[in-house]
């Protein structure tokens, strides 16, 4: 049990080089809330469109 917990530590570690630090969250977070923002008008009016099409794909699957 001893080596399989040091067979993770060891092998996350290097993964910690990847993760950015926190002052570069603040950016990309504000980013993704921006691009949500903009896009949230567009998926809005978009969902019931694709609701029409899967429903009428999927009737066509029932009627076959």
Same mark, same amino acid.
């Given at each position: 049990?001893?080596?399989?917990?040091?067979?993770?530590?060891?092998? =996350?570690?290097?993964?910690?080089?990847?993760? $950015?630090?926190? !002052?570069?969250?603040?950016?990309? *977070?504000?980013?993704?809330?921006?691009?949500?923002?903009?896009? =949230?008008?567009?998926?809005?009016?978009?969902? $019931?469109?694709? !609701?029409?099409?899967?429903?009428? *794909?999927?009737?066509?699957?029932?009627?076959?």
């Amino acid at each position: 049990m001893l080596q399989l917990l040091f067979a993770v530590a060891f092998s =996350a570690v290097p993964l910690t080089l990847y993760i $950015p630090p926190i !002052r570069s969250f603040n950016l990309f *977070i504000e980013t993704v809330e921006t691009i949500i923002r903009q896009t =949230a008008l567009y998926t809005i009016g978009a969902f $019931p469109r694709v !609701r029409l099409a899967f429903s009428r *794909i999927f009737s066509s699957f029932v009627h076959l």
